[in-house]
């Protein structure tokens, strides 16, 4: 086991093997971004923690004792194997894709119909999806970024707006026919509801629609949910973003919405820097918003 408390300060090392393998303080404080003196000092303070001498002036630069070529040859292969190993990491990272966590419902209806622009503008770029409706710890899971649903108040992340979420009522046209429902004449038709969704069951309830007395089938996969709209069996409630495409190309009407703003669609990322291929997926989900 490593006796991490008989090194010396890293400083002091990496100030000692700069001016060995320069032979001058003045340029190992260059390549360092410090000043001469601090160089000087760290190296001093090197010598008096070890008991030793290890360099001495010679001219404009300095010489390495026998005990300071020693050390100097250790301190190069470790801070070279150290320096490979970061590459070959950063190297890595560069290559691997964006990993997103987002409920499959958002990534099939409004991320997939959008994605062949992104893939168009970074196509040296790779995405990789992981749809989960659980919500996942995004550093255990090396997960550079997710989607969210909810109110943006999520701790140890940063969450950015996306797109509403508002809740709508739809239906498909064979459905709802020439003109949209009254609630009256909603609380007779059939619908597709999911069990236990909270927001669900408070939306309706505010429109005087008791959930439990509607004529409901319940299906609480989304994309389940949403198939069976599309083929007349029911009214279906759902976030504004999810049929976006639906309703633009006619396959479902929406017949009321809600006016809450939250919840809403957040993308939420670990405080700290990012890879260069997150920060430019970012930017174009922004663009999307």
């Known amino acids: 086991m ?7 300060s890293l400083t002091a090392l990496r100030a000692f093997a700069a001016t060995a393998e320069l032979r001058n303080f003045s340029q190992a404080a260059r390549v360092l971004n ?8 760290q190296v001093r303070a090197l010598e008096e923690q ?5 360099v001495q002036r010679e001219g404009r630069g300095v010489s390495l004792t026998a005990d300071g070529e020693q050390l100097a040859q250790a301190l190069g292969e470790g801070f070279g194997a150290i320096q490979r190993g970061l590459e070959a ?18 990534a099939a209806q409004w991320l997939m119909p959008r994605l062949k622009d992104f893939w168009r503008k970074h196509p040296d770029i790779g995405l990789s999806l992981h749809p989960d409706s659980k919500v996942v710890d995004l550093h255990r899971e090396r997960m550079d ?5 909810g109110n943006g108040d999520w701790p140890g992340v940063e969450a950015t707006y996306l797109t509403s979420a508002r809740l709508v009522i739809a239906g498909a046209p064979s459905l709802i026919g020439d003109h949209p429902p009254t609630v009256a004449e ?5 619908w597709i509801l999911s069990r236990n969704w909270a927001e669900q069951d408070a939306y309706l309830r505010q429109l005087g629609l008791e959930p439990a007395t509607l004529s409901s089938t319940d299906i609480s996969n989304e994309e389940l949910a949403l198939a069976a709209a599309r083929q007349g069996l029911g009214l279906v409630v759902e976030s504004v973003a999810l049929i976006e495409s639906d ?3 006619g396959r479902l009407r929406i017949v009321h919405e809600s006016r809450e703003k939250l919840p809403a669609y957040f993308v939420v990322t670990l405080p700290g820097p990012k890879r260069a291929a997150a ?4 930017r174009w989900l922004n663009a999307q918003a």
């Open 2 to 8: 490593t006796d991490w408390r008989s090194f010396p």
């Open 34 to 41: 410090v000043t001469h003196a601090a160089v000087a000092q």
């Open 50 to 54: 070890l008991g030793r001498p290890l």
């Open 89 to 106: 990491l950063r190297a890595g990272e560069a290559d691997r894709p964006v990993r997103v966590t987002l409920t499959a419902s958002f």
């Open 145 to 149: 970024l997710g989607i969210r649903y």
């Open 186 to 190: 909603m609380a007779e038709m059939d």
């Open 247 to 249: 309703v633009a190309e």
């Open 279 to 282: 920060r430019a997926f970012l």
